[in-house]
């Protein structure tokens, strides 16, 4: 009887899960860099409160866009307060045996302030336990 109604809970709370699931999105918003305060560029996003984000055309200009996330962190944040916030809950979920993605974005390019310098691909040989360069197969 214990292990029926185990079950038949273990299954409402999937099923209850499953209906509460949703794409969540963040934004962090980054400091000028060295060459944008060089150059004296203005900063031109905003972030209003832990959820909301303003940006503008120029520094000066009245044509605003307001923008709505589940979460937004300013340049001030801290690669450790954006984990705590967006990837230990997923730990927890996939921990929990439900699948989660945290999708990675693309690096600023070079001329935008990125970095100038590529990484290798690498893949890890089980045999060696060594990870090696990932080279095309001839």
Same mark, same amino acid.
């Given at each position: ?17 499953? *209906?509460? %699931?949703?794409?969540?999105?963040? &934004?962090? @918003?980054? #400091? !000028? ?43 001030? *944040?801290? %690669?450790?307060?954006?984990?705590? &916030?967006? @990837?230990? #809950? !997923? ?48």
């Amino acid at each position: 009887m214990d292990t029926s109604n185990n079950v038949r809970l273990q299954l409402q709370q999937q099923q209850a899960r499953k *209906s509460n %699931q949703n794409i969540q999105v963040y &934004v962090r @918003v980054r #400091p !000028l860099n060295p060459r944008e305060r060089c150059i004296r560029s203005a900063e031109v996003v905003d972030v209003l409160n832990p959820r909301e984000i303003l940006t503008r055309h120029t520094l000066d200009s009245k044509l605003t866009k307001k923008f709505t996330f589940d979460r937004s962190f300013g340049p001030a *944040s801290k %690669q450790c307060d954006v984990y705590a &916030v967006v @990837v230990s #809950p !997923l730990i927890e979920e996939v921990l929990s045996g439900y699948n989660c993605t945290l999708p990675r974005p693309k690096q600023t390019p070079p001329h935008l302030g990125g970095r100038t310098s590529s990484h290798s691909k690498r893949h890890y040989n089980p045999t060696t336990n060594v990870a090696e360069e990932a080279r095309p197969i001839q």
